[in-house]
């Protein structure tokens, strides 16, 4: 009997263990399954968003094509503004070095200039170059509108010898000097200076310009050339150089006017002489207007003959007139009469011609210009009114017109 109650309790408890085993079996399996349906949801929407994702980059790029191969065409373009940079850099490095040979040629050019400026005698003859290049180029001819190199005697008794006479309308003259001293101007170029330096060789040149306007004072050639003003033109070949001149001096221009010298650039003097070439014009349209006028004079003078000419032969006409029709009435009154008695008697066959007499009268002038020489019979040359010498005129004309008539 235990036995069987053993048995009956193990066969319980065994089924007891094995509920409980399918109980937990089944309580671990409904958990997993909610962890798998859970990943598998969240697995499920990661799909979904990746494929959003994906057709949303696939939209994006189709819509950022165009904008790709316009920045392929950007970046071609790039490349070859690239490529075209570095060949001009090429270029520009190339015309770098010329334009370094090329200031190196001029600073050696420009120093032998200067080296040769400092001569005097180079100095003068490209001051007078300079001068005759302005004069031209203002309208003046050589040996017409001036002269160069003129001797003369000042009334010192010394011997002069002017760059240049500008011959002025008026029979007057204007006289020119172009050596102008640069010396020191020329050395305070030197780029290895210091401003101080620079400035003292610009004060020593104008203290050289200020003795040489002095020197031109005292020659004074206004006491050799008679018919040109008291004042002498100084001139200067370079506006560099008189504008360093009055910049270190300011007031040397006013000791040049004192000194009756006038200081004058290549600028200043072509302005002058193209004035005095304005005047040269002016002058010869006067003169041609006086002789427009002289001209006028003698052709008014020329007409009043040739009216009075007119007249006679008009005159002339009018008796002519007066003498044939005299003959006419002779001979209707005289010779006529006779012939028509000899026809009417049978003595002439052929019938006399009737010969008309002349009826018209030459036109009279009555043309002022034409009438000046009557008017000068009737009221003198100088008529104070010159209307009524003209009606008088005309008057005499027909009253001698009338009496030849009746004549």
């Not at 007409?303 to 005159?315: P, Q, S």
Request: aromatic share 4%; glycine share 8%.
């Amino acid at each position: 009997m235990e036995i069987q109650w053993v048995a009956v309790v193990v066969v319980v408890a065994c089924v007891l263990g094995m509920t409980t085993g399918w109980l937990l079996a089944r309580a671990s399996g409904t958990a997993r399954l909610a962890r798998v349906t859970a990943e598998r949801d969240v697995l499920a929407s990661q799909v979904r968003t990746m494929q959003a994702s994906d057709e949303e980059d696939r939209h994006t790029a189709a819509e950022l094509a165009p904008l790709r191969r316009t920045l392929d065409r950007v970046e071609q373009q790039v490349q070859a503004l690239e490529r075209d940079r570095l060949e001009q850099f090429g270029q520009v490095g190339e015309r770098l070095a010329e334009v370094a040979g090329t200031t190196a040629d001029l600073r050696s050019e420009t120093a032998s200039l200067a080296g040769a400026l400092n001569s005097s005698g180079i100095r003068g003859t490209w001051g007078e170059q300079q001068l005759r290049r302005i004069l031209e180029h203002a309208g003046m001819l050589t040996r017409c509108d001036f002269d160069e190199q003129v001797s003369s005697v000042s009334g010192h008794g010394a011997r002069i010898r002017p760059d240049a006479v500008v011959w002025l309308p008026g029979e007057r003259s204007l006289v020119i000097d172009s050596k102008a001293p640069m010396t020191k101007f020329l050395q305070a170029q030197a780029p290895e200076l210091s401003p101080a330096d620079r400035a003292t060789l610009l004060g020593t040149h104008a203290d050289a310009v200020r003795r040489h306007v002095d020197s031109l004072a005292d020659k004074a050639y206004w006491t050799a050339f008679t018919t040109a003003p008291e004042m002498v033109v100084c001139f200067v070949p370079s506006d560099a150089v008189l504008a360093a001149a009055l910049h270190a001096q300011p007031d040397l221009y006013d000791h040049a006017q004192s000194r009756k010298v006038v200081l004058a650039s290549p600028a200043t003097l072509l302005a002058l002489l193209r004035a005095v070439a304005y005047g040269w014009q002016q002058q010869a349209l006067t003169d041609n207007a006086r002789e427009l006028l002289a001209l006028g004079q003698e052709l008014h003078r020329r007409l009043a003959t040739l009216g009075k000419h007119v007249g006679d032969m008009g005159g002339a006409l009018r008796r002519s007139v007066e003498a044939y029709n005299k003959m006419v009435g002779a001979l209707e009154s005289r010779v006529l009469v006779t012939s028509r008695r000899m026809q009417e008697l049978g003595v002439a066959e052929a019938p006399v011609p009737t010969v008309p007499p002349v009826e018209e009268t030459p036109r009279p002038v009555t043309t002022a210009e034409l009438l000046l020489g009557e008017l000068d019979e009737v009221a003198g040359p100088g008529s104070a009114d010159p209307e009524a010498a003209i009606e008088d005129a005309l008057a005499r004309r027909s009253e001698r017109g009338g009496q030849r008539r009746s004549g």
